[in-house]
């Protein structure tokens, strides 16, 4: 018996940032994202004899180790570890002996998500296994609490969420971590001809997101005003966004991006660069008419609104600063378990 599961990635197309605390827990915050057809994989074979053992699939990194019930933590296994002493405390399994294999199809560092992603990916696998009482609601907080309670890593809250219901989905993020998931009903016109239009492009740079996010919140502690306001802004265009896509007003989403891009970048400072801007000035010069940073900043992926038969000219024009245009489609489900043989 092997355990699959499978959780897409996403593209956070207004508010960034606003689902992190302690902006959402004093003002609550709002993001618009979508998931897309990349995803974060685990696999989980039973083992019968005694013994842990994770891969990461497609590098040399193994680790294997006792079937105990906490392990400690090991460089670069710690989204593992973080879920299987999780899982074990908080379900009282006991030690349990197994494989469990992850890779994912997009760089991790990218900004589209990729740890929390993995997070739900492993989650699931477990759940899928175990049988655990968990809804989509549960597993997307048990990874973020994961993640930034037990593993001590920055962040927000929407990743997690993203990557479990899939799909286009406004989120609410309140105070006492609530969360309020809201699926938006597109028209098939609409939801296709935003995809047409998107162009998404891969910097061929990574960054530590966990710098940028820690300045964000050091920002909102201090009462830094311009930080403070940009967010503000940021959680406002996400409900431009949203009106936008539910009237079939897609005309509006260039200058929607174009105005939160120029906001997010008052949140910190190492939100962009030299190549991000060059990247961003030169895809308004070719034809798109807003685009926006994915994830923290600094680098990853970006993408661009690109009206009427632009995508091309601009994605010529990117390619030729370095980089790679990444083909994509939007996604309606979120986490999927299963087991095969």
Not at 188 to 214: G, M
Request: glycine fraction near 12%; charge should be neutral; charged fraction near 20%.
């Amino acid at each position: 018996m092997i355990i699959r599961s499978k959780a897409p990635l996403r593209i956070g197309l207004a508010g960034g940032g606003t689902d992190v605390s302690p902006y959402s827990d004093l003002f609550g915050g709002a993001i618009l994202n979508a998931t897309i057809d990349l995803y974060a994989y685990a696999s989980l074979e039973p083992l019968a004899t005694d013994g842990i053992e994770f891969v990461i699939d497609g590098t040399p990194k193994k680790w294997s180790g006792p079937s105990i019930e906490k392990l400690p933590l090991v460089p670069g296994f710690e989204l593992f570890i973080g879920v299987y002493n999780r899982i074990s405390a908080q379900f009282n399994t006991g030690p349990l002996s197994f494989r469990l294999t992850s890779f994912i199809e997009a760089p991790q560092g990218s900004g589209l998500g990729t740890s929390s992603t993995i997070v739900v990916s492993l989650i699931g696998a477990f759940v899928e296994w175990l049988k655990l009482p968990l809804g989509p609601y549960d597993i997307a907080h048990l990874a973020y609490e994961i993640e930034r309670i037990d593993l001590g890593m920055s962040g927000g809250k929407q990743d997690q969420y993203a990557a479990t219901f899939g799909g286009v989905n406004f989120i609410e993020f309140l105070a006492n971590d609530k969360v309020i998931v809201n699926p938006l009903p597109l028209r098939r016109e609409v939801y296709n001809e935003l995809e047409f239009n998107i162009l998404l492009f891969y910097t061929a740079t990574q960054r530590e997101s966990a710098n940028i996010i820690d300045e964000q919140v050091r920002n909102v502690k201090s009462k830094n005003e311009k930080s403070v306001e940009a967010m503000h802004r940021l959680k406002e265009q996400a409900t431009q966004m949203k009106e936008a896509l539910l009237k079939g007003e897609l005309h509006r989403t260039g200058e929607i991006l174009n105005f939160g891009w120029q906001n997010k970048k008052q949140m910190a400072t190492s939100i962009t660069n030299d190549l991000v801007d060059k990247i961003y000035t030169t895809a308004l010069e070719h034809g798109a008419t807003g685009g926006k940073i994915s994830g923290a900043g600094g680098g990853g992926f970006m993408f661009f609104f690109c009206p009427g038969v632009t995508k091309v000219t601009v994605g010529k024009a990117l390619e030729a600063l370095g980089g790679r245009v990444q083909p994509f489609k939007f996604t309606n489900k979120g986490l999927d378990t299963w087991t095969t043989n």
